[in-house]
């Protein structure tokens, strides 16, 4: 059996086992018959473009050790297989099924994946898409009293309480842009390098 565990969907870079991998917070990205594994958030944010999710994230997910892995696909092998149901002349149908049909029988589940910790990771948002800001409360992030001193001690104006909400929506978008930068970083803390730079 070879060592990788899968290929990411995007680059098809093997993923090892017991590595961390990337997968979509959107659930049509994780059907069983054929679920989407990235092995980075580079990969995952490449995939953004072609499927134009309204809001998603990327979740940090441990590979199965290859043991497990192994163990998982025989205990799959040996599970029976659902059987249709022949309905033939000197076979009566089941009691409880009124109709030619066979009663229809549960599907087998699959297993969860084993160790999920949820990472939230943010992409650029796809073109009309809401931004990071339009989309989080939209409270004052402005301390006003300390805005009007202030303005008051460097020019002797007064201050609208309308300019700390203004001010609120500017650090809201530079916030956005720092996190994005964080995010293709691959790291969970902002740091001071990812703000955009100040124009004097």
């Not at 910790?117 to 989080?136: H, I, N, Y």
């Not at 202030?150 to 530079?174: E, F, P, Q, T």
């Not at 916030?175 to 293709?184: F, K, L, S, T, V």
Request: charge should be positive; glycine fraction near 2%.
């Amino acid at each position: 059996m070879a060592e990788a565990w899968m290929k990411c969907t995007e680059c098809r870079t093997e993923i090892p086992y017991d590595v961390v991998y990337w997968q979509c917070s959107v659930s049509t990205c994780n059907r069983s018959r054929m679920p989407l594994y990235f092995c980075s958030v580079v990969c995952w944010d490449s995939h953004l473009s072609v499927v134009r999710h309204r809001d998603a994230y990327a979740v940090e997910v441990r590979a199965p050790s290859k043991e497990s892995w192994q163990k998982e696909q025989a205990d799959a092998a040996a599970a029976p297989q659902p059987r249709a149901m022949m309905v033939t002349p000197d076979r009566p149908l089941a009691s409880g099924s009124p109709s030619g049909n066979p009663a229809p029988r549960p599907m087998p589940q699959a297993s969860p994946p084993a160790q999920v910790t949820t990472r939230k990771v943010v992409g650029e948002a796809a073109p009309g898409d809401a931004s990071l800001a339009d989309v989080a409360d939209k409270d004052q992030l402005i301390v006003i009293s300390k805005l009007k001193k202030y303005i008051k001690d460097r020019s002797g104006m007064n201050c609208s309480d309308a300019v700390a909400d203004m001010l609120s929506d500017h650090v809201r978008a530079v916030c956005d842009e720092a996190i994005r930068a964080a995010a293709r970083d691959e790291r969970k803390t902002v740091l001071d390098r990812d703000v955009p730079k100040t124009r004097r």
